[in-house]
């Protein structure tokens, strides 16, 4: 029961990352139906600027506002400067571009920073980890039935259900979000009541972009160092999640980052025979396939709706 | 007062020129009917006003030159179109998409939400359906909708891109009943494209006949019943 118990939070917290990449890749494929092979990059990016503010002796929840504020630059920045001039062309454009940008930010990083994990003592950090959010000492944890569970993880996850809230309240209840819904149902018609799609667009990918940076941070938090490959696994396990819960439906995606998280830890544990901490990826993937086989649209996903 | 006047205006797609100087007014308090066949350039004379298409010439809104405005813009100006084919937002509900509809507006929640009513009394199967998804509705449905979304921006000037496309004859007659209406007593401009020449002429303060992108005559419905060819030819009697 403990140990269960300690799985379930481990898996809360994972997928809670997760979730976060994930309602990056909905936010962005509501608007434009593209999937940002980029997504988990632009959030390394804005990991590393999370780093380099700690390296500069600002406290975390300053640098977490600043990568945030970065994240959502970077993805308005990409919008309007590489995805607008290809969207138009074709789909498989924007696929390409994405996977180029997913390339030169990850050598980015590298050069700008190091190919080590980051903070390391060995290129002169200043830090002795990687700044978590949330008390992460050894002996911050509370006991729950006799499971050890992490204040990390409890603060993760709440995080998360309260991002989820807000986003909620901006989709149902504010212009920006039903400008947002009414791009993503019908962009031609969106222009023809006057919205501006074009700002639009560009505000979902500095959305994206900004929720993902919070995933790379609380994610390096966890994982206590940021290095180059942080992001492939989450990116893999994201697009899971986004399918599983279904790719238009932001609830969906949270509600698929923490189910992956918890099957991923729950196989990696119980089945330590044949899937183990090292095919725990293949988790995801088998997640993905049996979802397009049984519902392709998710679980919350709208699968559409018209009445000629 | 003129509202809406083109001229010279050309338009089309790619290397194609569908609309050759086209020369259009819509006075104020007037409905303006646009007859042609398929293919006449009707629905691209709706883009080329609202800005969706590139467009060359003139038009120009109460005397503003919006020939280089962005459809958003244009929405803006008091131009509200309502697209063939309905175009509503069907993932969203019927209510959103009347929201949707006045999202230009900033005079303030309740004269928006009093507007809504309003729309709901004049279209109330539109009000028993205020919570469902639009693309669940019926067509009629959806082109009541999509009307009641365009006026909830509460336009000078409603485009109407044939608006009797797949609906019955019961229910097209419906339709411009409420335009008609509106027009009597709140004094909306309209321009209507239309193949349905017979309903739409008889609500028409003037008609333009429209021929491979050129207006070959106009005149009072009267006028343009008048004329045996284009009795014969739009009219069928």
């Known amino acids: ?308 | 007062m003129t509202l809406l006047r083109t001229s010279g205006l050309r338009a089309g797609y790619g290397p194609v020129t569908v609309l050759h100087d086209l020369e259009l007014e819509v006075n104020e308090g007037e409905i303006v009917v646009i007859l042609g066949a398929n293919g006449a350039g009707k629905t691209t004379t709706m883009r080329a006003v609202s800005g969706t298409i590139g467009r060359q010439g003139t038009v120009e809104l109460n005397g503003t030159d919006i020939t280089k405005m962005s459809p958003d813009n244009i929405v803006r100006q008091g131009v509200a179109q309502v697209p063939q084919g309905r175009g509503t937002f069907p993932e969203l509900s019927v209510e959103d998409n009347l929201r949707a509809g006045a999202i230009t507006r900033r005079d303030g929640m309740s004269k928006i939400a009093a507007d809504m009513e309003r729309w709901y009394q004049q279209f109330p199967r539109l009000a028993e359906r205020r919570g469902q998804r639009a693309g669940s509705l019926s067509g009629g449905e959806q082109q009541m909708l999509a009307i009641a979304r365009a006026l909830m921006s509460r336009p000078k000037l409603l485009l109407c891109d044939e608006p009797s496309l797949g609906l019955a004859p019961l229910i097209t007659q419906e339709l411009f009943g409420v335009i008609e209406r509106l027009n009597k007593e709140e004094g909306l401009s309209v321009l209507l494209v239309e193949q349905n020449a017979n309903l739409a002429m008889h609500m028409a303060s003037r008609v333009y006949l429209l021929e491979t992108g050129r207006i070959v005559a106009q005149g009072s419905a009267a006028e343009l019943s008048a004329d045996d060819a284009i009795r014969k030819a739009y009219l069928g009697f």
């Open chain 1, 1 to 308: 029961m403990e140990l269960f118990l300690q799985r379930l939070f481990d898996g809360l917290s994972q997928g809670s990352v997760y979730s976060l990449i994930a309602l990056g890749l909905v936010i962005i494929y509501r608007g434009t139906g593209h999937l940002n092979f980029a997504q988990g990059e632009m959030a390394l990016f804005c990991t590393y600027v999370v780093y380099q503010c700690g390296e500069w002796g600002l406290p975390i929840g300053v640098s977490v506002i600043i990568g945030m504020g970065v994240g959502f630059a970077l993805g308005a920045a990409t919008e309007v400067t590489l995805i607008r001039p290809v969207a138009k062309k074709s789909a498989f454009a924007v696929f390409i571009v994405t996977l180029g940008l997913f390339q030169f930010l990850n050598w980015l990083d590298g050069a700008i920073w190091s190919d080590q994990p980051l903070p390391n003592s060995g290129v002169g950090s200043n830090q002795q980890s990687f700044p978590s959010l949330f008390p992460n000492k050894p002996d911050d944890f509370i006991n729950v039935f006799g499971a050890a569970i992490k204040l990390q993880s409890i603060g993760v996850f709440l995080l998360v259900l309260v991002l989820f809230g807000l986003l909620y309240l901006l989709f149902n209840y504010t212009k920006l979000g039903l400008a947002m819904n009414a791009v993503a149902s019908n962009p031609e018609s969106a222009k023809l009541v006057g919205i501006r799609t074009n700002m639009v667009l560009m505000v979902s990918w500095g959305l994206a972009a900004a929720i993902g940076a919070l995933g790379g941070v609380v994610f390096a938090g966890i994982n206590s160092n940021v290095n180059l490959g942080l992001m492939f696994t989450v990116f893999i396990y994201a697009s899971a999640a986004a399918t599983l819960g279904g790719f238009d439906s932001p609830g969906g995606a949270v509600l698929g980052g923490l189910i992956i998280g918890v099957i991923e830890n729950m196989a990696a544990g119980y089945a330590e025979e044949w899937v183990g901490q090292e095919l725990k990826v293949g988790v995801a993937l088998v997640v993905i396939l049996v979802v397009l086989l049984v519902k392709p649209s998710g679980l919350f996903g709208t699968a559409k709706v018209e009445r000629v």
